[in-house]
Nanobody, 122 residues
């Protein structure tokens, strides 16, 4: 059974930092692109960031570019999202995802975690 389990969410003041981690189990994703999506209250789920299979290519939503950094560790089968300079509009449930593709081009997740709440207060 494939599982993606997020951790690291919580409450943070605006301007602060949080690091989300995602541990994959049930199979290795070392040849798959992985990424993060988020969903704010009353809004549709949106793309945040993606990283290709070996970590040398990344893609970000314009709203987080320059503030968030995605990384991965294929030995540990994990992907992380470092979030700096947090804003209240970053408040959302953040989902770890994995794709059947190795590339971030037209990233389409196949696997989803359960999500972790991030709340940024002003």
């Amino acid at each position: 059974q494939v599982q993606l389990v997020e951790s690291g969410g919580g409450l943070m003041q605006a301007g602060g930092s949080l690091r989300l981690s995602c541990a994959a189990s049930g199979r290795t994703f070392s040849t798959n692109a992985m990424g993060w999506f988020r969903q704010a209250p009353g809004k549709e789920r949106e793309f945040v960031a993606a990283i290709n299979w070996n970590g040398d290519s990344t893609r970000y939503a314009d709203s987080v570019k320059g503030r968030f950094t995605i990384s991965r560790d294929n030995v540990k089968n994990t992907v992380s999202l470092q979030m700096n300079s947090l804003k209240p509009e970053d408040t959302a449930v953040y989902y770890c995802t994995a794709s059947d593709s190795s590339s971030t081009t037209r990233y389409r997740p196949t696997y989803w975690g359960q999500g972790t709440q991030v709340t940024v207060s002003s």
